[in-house]
């Protein structure tokens, strides 16, 4: 038949709690309490702080951040479905998954505060500073997990987050397509958050879902409730399964909603409606997953309230320890401009530092 | 009359531009509905709606790509890059293409197109939004760059690059996006002039964008104290380079300081230097003196300022090429 | 249900023309006589030209052809099936399409003789110029596209040919996306002649066709057969017409084969059997034309040999103007460095016509 | 000893460094099964298969991207840019990452990798395949940027550029792939360091890549009949520059040329002008005189041999600057 049909495709949705917190017990991830309750941990530290942070940011104590409020279970889930030896490539709304991954308070305290020294993990060598050009971060992560492939460590994938703006990037399109040619052990976990700063989803692509540009590339996609805690880990846990044991990439498509403005430079009044925004706080997904839990009888008020007060003293040390001041190295960016000793770069640090001198005597 | 800064500079006269020609139309992340980041399309999307104020996905060689499209086919895109410091997915459609077109096709088409970028440090900003790359563009033979240091050259040189029949890289230094006003008096400026903001025979002293400001205020500085007589170039056109009216100062005044906020080498301070060789060194009485950040990845904000070349730099740096 | 299938998509391939010349009638396109004769008269010439400037290639007489032998079918078509009026935005290796759209002969032995003038089409001034920046080219059919549009020409499309290595280029993805976001009259056709130089389609991508990529930016897609030119010719038709409804654009896959070297530079033997090409032999695209026509009895060998005799006397006599050398200003360059004056490049000007003087009474 | 090209000297040393590195891998277009469009990483897919061996998709900024993981990953690419004409596309990742990750995380992921590219004119090749852009990759911190002139120094130089610890911009001058062969003697090349091929009294002559053939012979026409003491220094690193051993050079010669194969304006003789003006600048005798091309965009073949410098224009260079 001269007009045939040569290719079928679907895409499909996976979500497992409910609004009111009820779980399809059919599609339950293989969590243990211990898990459950560390991840319910973690989202909770990751809206805290950066509540706490966008407060210091108002008070000027902190320079532009990039807050993540109403994502957390759309990136903590996916942190506990991959192991410390995977590579995590983040972008820079993820703040709960950067704790989760070993970064401290004061990591985030130093790098919002503009020194380069809050990007150093103190815990895990295989987590990524923040990714800030958009998209770039992608075939990264196809690079290590292609590195770990090769160096024999069969076991190893990368996971690595973006935004569903970063999708319109040539280099989301060339490191999915490079992901598949080379069956690279990555997931590509998109935070459809709906908003690119002000342009909505529907100004970025004219596709139904991001889900379905996997088609393009010939790789598993699926979209899931990115406010869903256990889904998101479902998803991530599988797809890390897979990748493991040599099926290749997936991306996965986590949509969820930014609740607050993109920067602390933002003003989100300007582009989307009230209405628009209490939509989506009924679905709360750090609420959900607490509904979750407290019906499991896993957690309860009492739970709640000194989780929150250990939080918030965490936070406080932090904070406090963070405006003590930090005394750093001024000509340190001369240390990092190459490995190795170049008498260009020495002759100019010289000359920095003896002009660091005169502007203090000069005043 | 009202002092204005260059954002409204800007935007002014992208609403008169718009208004007056209806080939032209704006293009970029975030331009539309929100006005850009930094508010300069403000007000222009309700005016001309959808179709002349494009909210682009975020595709910075799309962008481009598509407006050399528009520009070929009877637009006069202006298109934003949100910063300069995401300009360089751009590229290769600006060497490629933009640049070429007009060669490529020996005139047949050629590629009217504006492309805006906040660029510079001295705002707190994130990684990627401080840096000072006009030299990249300005090594692409077929492109033009531009550069505002004021509320007052802003908004004319904006409309002559828009009017311009070539691509042109427009470089908004963001530091003075609003950090001063002027009463702005209608004064012409054409693309490739350099602008002699003050006559004088002692020392000839260059710079342009956000570096401009600190560098009047610099000589205001040394003059609290000493008599001199500057003669201050505001360079506004970085490629192509107005070499005849440097070279003119320096032969008159014997002396040149360059005050450039990009990295050291393979700046503009360079050329500078290069075309003062070519054609004025034997009128030279000391080293033409460069004040620039230094080759090193641009620092985030809290330790910025002391590697951007600050007031004191400057006044050092004539001082002694004036005692030199 | 909590996996939901949330969508559904399917890609076809049209074909028309059997190898044996004989079609599909159902899906016949509306093509007079004449038009046929046209379509079929131009691929004969692109196949006598290339063959004649490989020719002359290999004797020194031309620098580095691309060839385009095998694809005539998956280029001319489409030139007929969309108006003069319409833009048609090139890549390097359609040279039947550029003579149907007005280029002349001498165009292109200028060209490939290192000058520039040969870019300038004398007869239609909407033809860009070769494209050689893979995917480059094909957000500037985008924006023709929208700017017609915009200046209320609702009739006008723009048709882009790239190639299938192309797709894997981040400008590929962009400016599909774009065309899909701004609702662009643009048609992207899409010449898989199963190798990029050496590279083979399954190095590219994973996806199993190039259409299927389609489904990623919410547009139209479908597969051709490449070599059947009444086929590549009603999908480009139909994608046209829908363009012209203000339906959006469309992705075409023809699938096609480069039946030569990649470039003359290029050795295809490194890379791929004999076997294959002579599988491809087959499918001629020009035999199995013919034979249409011929069993339509519009075409016989009479026409055929007046046909080939025309144009190899076409051919000498623009291969004999040409080699009487052609005058061409040395500064020329200078003349388009900038639509208006500048200083510092009529110095250089002058510099460059002082140096060729004394190069000239050195030697 | 045999004598070889420079594509059989770059060869031999990939074939070399990846037998002894097993971290060592190729990665781009056709550089697998083809062997490369110039054949310098031929048999490399033969040995070691498509894992080491990778014909990438067509993506330039996918496969630097893509190697910024491997390198970080513990892996050392050696990716190329099939012609250097195509590399634009991977800017933002050089600028953005490879050039950044050293100094974003203080040391704690380094990048090394090495981009090698075919660059430069006189190969009669179509539209984008002539150009010369080291400047475009030297004015950014972080890149080194090397380019070998040689049969003798491509090997070496290659070598160090893979067991450097930070991303390398490897810049091949296609028009010396095959056009010479040398007898080729181990020796040491460091990266950073330029080579002072001939000592002489009377004038510095600098440059790089397939510049370096021309200017010999063009002092050799010179020494036919005039006798004069040239030093002749071969760059071999654009940036970062070997300052001092040009500033020493001119500080005994009092006399320089540059000779660039890159557009005149905001190129590498631009840089070496300015480091010579800032400490040399009271030695000088004479301009320091540089012959380039033209701010043009670079003509096809038809006419590239009168854009690119001659022979004849950098004898007539050297002698009016020896006269001046
Ligand atoms: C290459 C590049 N272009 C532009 C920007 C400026 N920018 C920063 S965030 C942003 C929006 C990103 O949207 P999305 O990918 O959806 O992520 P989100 O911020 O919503 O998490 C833009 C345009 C950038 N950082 N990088
Ligand atoms: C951006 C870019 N990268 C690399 C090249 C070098 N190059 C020229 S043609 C070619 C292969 C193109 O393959 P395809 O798109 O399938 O087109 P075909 O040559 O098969 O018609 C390559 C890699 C180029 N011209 N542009
Ligand atoms: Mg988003
Ligand atoms: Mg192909």
Redesign the interface.
């Known amino acids: 038949m001269p007009l045939d049909t040569i290719g079928t495709f679907s895409v499909s949705r996976l979500s497992i709690l409910d609004e009111t917190g009820k779980a399809d017990t059919d599609l339950m991830p293989d969590l243990s309490e211990d898990q459950l309750i560390y991840l319910y941990e973690s989202m909770t530290l990751s809206r805290m702080m950066d509540a706490r942070m966008l407060n210091l940011q108002r008070q000027g104590r902190l320079?532009?951040l990039p807050v993540c409020t109403g994502q957390e279970a759309a990136f903590c889930p996916a942190i506990l479905a991959i192991r410390d030896t995977d590579w995590f490539v983040g972008s820079?709304r993820e703040l709960g998954a950067r704790l989760m991954r070993g970064e401290t308070l004061m990591n985030a305290l130093l790098?919002f505060?503009?020194?380069?020294e809050g990007n150093v993990n103190p815990e895990n060598d295989r987590t990524l500073p923040?990714s800030?050009?958009?998209?770039s971060q992608l075939p990264h992560a196809v690079g290590l997990a292609y590195a770990s492939r090769l160096k024999g460590e069969k076991d190893t994938v990368a996971l690595t987050v973006f935004g569903d703006?970063?999708t319109?990037?040539?280099d989301f399109h060339e490191a999915l397509n490079f992901a598949g040619v080379l069956d690279a052990p990555v997931i590509f976990l998109c935070q459809n958050n709906q908003f690119?700063?002000?342009?909505p989803r529907e100004?970025?692509?004219r596709s139904e879902t991001i889900a379905q540009k996997a088609i393009a590339y010939g790789i598993h996609g699926i979209q899931v409730d990115g406010n869903d805690a256990l889904a998101v880990y479902q998803a991530v846990k599988e797809a890390a399964d897979r990748a493991r044991q040599g099926e290749g990439p997936t991306l996965i498509e986590a949509v969820t909603f930014r609740m607050a403005m993109h920067t602390t430079?933002?003003d989100p009044s300007?582009?989307r409606s009230d209405d628009l925004v209490a939509s989506w706080e009924k679905k709360d997904p750090i609420t959900r997953f607490r509904k979750y839990l407290t019906k499991e009888g896993i957690w309860d008020d009492d739970r709640q309230t000194a989780l929150e007060a250990r939080i918030k003293s965490d936070i406080d040390a932090a904070v406090k320890e963070f405006e003590q001041g930090v005394e750093?190295k001024?000509d340190?960016?001369?240390d990092?401009?190459f490995g190795t000793p170049a008498q260009?770069?020495e002759d100019?640090?010289a000359?920095?530092l003896a002009?660091?001198e005169?502007?203090a005597d000069?005043g | 009359m009202a002092k204005i800064n260059m954002v409204q500079a800007l935007n002014t006269t992208l609403h008169d531009v718009m208004e007056k020609d209806s080939?032209v139309?704006i293009m970029g992340?975030?331009v539309g509905?929100?006005?850009g980041?930094f508010r300069v399309t403000d007000g222009l999307y309700e005016k001309y709606g959808r179709?002349?104020a494009?909210?682009?996905?975020?595709?910075e060689?799309?962008i481009?790509?598509?407006?050399?499209?528009?520009?070929?086919?009877?637009?006069k895109?202006v298109i934003e890059m949100q910063f300069s410091?995401?300009s360089?997915?751009m590229?290769?459609?600006?060497?490629?293409?933009a640049?070429?077109?007009?060669?490529?096709?020996?005139?047949?088409?050629?590629v009217?197109l504006v492309v805006r970028m906040p660029y510079g440090g001295g705002v707190?900003?994130?990684?990627?939004h401080s840096e000072s790359?006009e030299?990249?563009y300005?090594?692409t033979?077929?492109v033009?760059v531009v550069i505002p240091s004021s509320p007052t050259n802003a908004g004319p040189l904006l409309r002559a690059a828009i009017e311009?029949?070539?691509p042109v890289i427009f470089m908004e230094p963001k530091r003075s996006y609003r950090s001063f006003k002027e009463s702005v008096s209608p004064k012409d400026y054409t693309?490739?002039r350099a602008e002699i903001v003050r006559s004088g025979e002692d020392i000839t002293i260059v710079s342009w964008g956000a570096m401009m400001r600190d560098t009047l205020k610099a000589v205001e500085m040394i003059e609290s104290d000493t008599e001199f007589s500057p003669e201050i170039i505001d360079l506004l056109t970085i490629?192509?380079?107005?070499?005849?009216t440097i070279v003119e100062s320096v032969k008159k005044t014997g002396r040149c300081v360059v005050i450039q906020e990009?990295?050291?080498?393979?700046?503009?301070?360079?050329?500078i230097?290069?075309l003062i060789?070519?054609q004025a060194?034997?009128y030279?009485e000391?080293?033409?003196k460069?004040v620039t950040m230094?080759?090193?990845?641009?620092?985030?904000?809290?330790?910025?300022m002391?590697?951007l070349p600050?007031k004191?730099?400057i006044v050092?740096a004539i001082r002694e090429t004036l005692e030199f």
Chains 1, 3 share one sequence.
């Open positions: 320079g532009t820079y790098l505060n503009g020194y380069e923040i800030i050009v958009l998209g703006g970063s319109s990037e040539g690119a700063i002000s342009t100004f970025q692509t430079a933002d300007r582009y750093i001024p340190a960016p001369f990092h401009v260009i770069i100019q640090r000359r920095f002009e660091l005169k502007e000069h | 080939s139309l992340e975030d509905v929100n006005g980041v179709e002349r494009i909210d682009s996905p975020i595709a060689s799309g481009l790509g598509t407006a050399i499209g528009m520009a070929i086919g009877g637009l895109p410091g995401f360089y997915e590229m290769h459609q600006l060497e490629g293409n640049s070429r077109m007009r060669n490529r096709s020996r005139g047949q088409f050629s009217p707190r900003a994130l990684e990627h790359k030299a990249f300005a090594h033979a077929g033009k311009d029949p070539d693309i490739g490629s192509p380079m107005d070499a005849a990009a990295q050291q080498s393979f700046g503009p301070a360079s050329e230097i290069a060789n070519d060194l034997m030279l000391a080293p033409v460069r230094y080759d090193v990845v641009m620092p985030l904000f809290a330790r910025e002391m590697y600050s004191g730099q050092r």
